[in-house]
């Protein structure tokens, strides 16, 4: 392969024509101009430049290694800056979070992609697990998650809270516990989670999800409250989901006398430095969250 250095003091060299005005462009000494020139023409077995005293020619194949080495020279170049670049409104972002968190962060990443079309928003939703694993194998540069990552590779920061719900059909006034029994729990995913830490702080004679009657589950952030809003039970959500739920007249939201919050956690693969791109993202982030 032919040294790219040695390729550019021979291209300067026909350029300007002098031995002692090629050192002094490439700062180096006249010397070394002729040791590269004497290195290329070793290595590529050919007599580059015909000399005349003072003066030189190119040889035939010097004259057709100037014409191939221009090309070549401006690749280099604009290679070197293409990857010391880091626009911060340019090129992918893979992100991902739990549902509730997603509904609440994506659109607003969509605004942001609006105002600038060649930032690309790539948002999976996945529960917190899945998301440190995607993180680890990278597979994603940025996960939200509601728990502290467990992984090595992956580093969590608390960015912010999010608080957690009761949410009953708007018949229920007062969500006393016998009210809760009858009503019956609209199941999801991170339902016992939920239940547990909520209802759990609030509710003495609670010990498991499994003592409400099951009237219904849901694996769509986007649909848990539509059983709900028809007064077939109640759940627990994160505040996001609850936000996001485009009928709120059909629901009612209890604030409970002791509130319950999960901590946001901004993940990343550890030590591996954000470009800028990532960092804009991460900004937007953090003012809707």
């Known amino acids: 392969m032919i040294n790219a250095v040695w390729l550019n003091t021979f291209c300067t060299l026909v350029e300007v024509g002098h031995f002692t005005r090629t050192a002094e462009r490439l700062h180096m000494t006249q010397s070394g101009v002729s040791q590269h020139l ?25 004259e057709r290694l100037y014409a191939e080495a221009q090309g070549v020279l401006l690749a280099l170049a604009n290679l070197e800056q293409s990857v010391a670049e880091d626009p911060a409104f340019e090129g992918s972002v893979r992100i991902m979070s739990p549902g ?10 969509l605004a942001l992609q ?16 899945d998301v440190e694993k995607a993180i680890a194998e990278s597979r994603v540069d940025i996960g939200l998650m509601t728990s502290k990552p467990t992984l090595a590779e992956v580093e969590g920061k608390a960015i912010a ?14 969500p006393d516990w016998t009210s809760l029994m009858t009503l019956g729990f609209i199941d999801h995913p991170d339902g016992n989670h939920h239940a547990n830490l909520l209802l759990g ?41 609850v936000e996001a739920f485009d009928r709120p007249e059909k629901i009612k939201v209890h604030h409970l006398a002791k509130p319950v919050s999960e901590t946001l956690y901004l993940c990343s693969f550890r030590n591996r430095p954000l470009q800028a791109r990532m960092k804009t993202v991460i900004a937007e982030a953090k003012r809707w969250l």
């Open 114 to 129: 609006s105002q600038h079309p060649k930032l690309i928003i790539d948002h999976r939703f996945a529960p917190n697990p």
């Open 201 to 241: 702080a609030n509710y003495p004679e609670f010990q498991q999800v499994n003592l409400f009657p099951c009237k219904g589950f849901s694996n769509q952030i986007g649909l848990i409250l539509e059983p709900v809003s028809m007064g077939l039970g109640f759940t627990v959500l994160p505040a996001y989901a």
């Open 38 to 62: 004497r290195k290329l023409e070793d290595q590529l077995g050919v007599e580059l430049i015909v000399r005349q005293g003072k003066q030189f020619s190119l040889s035939g194949p010097g």
């Open 100 to 109: 509730s968190v997603g509904l609440k962060l994506y659109p607003n990443l």
């Open 161 to 174: 809270q999010e608080s957690l719900l009761l949410v009953t059909p708007t018949s229920m006034q007062k």
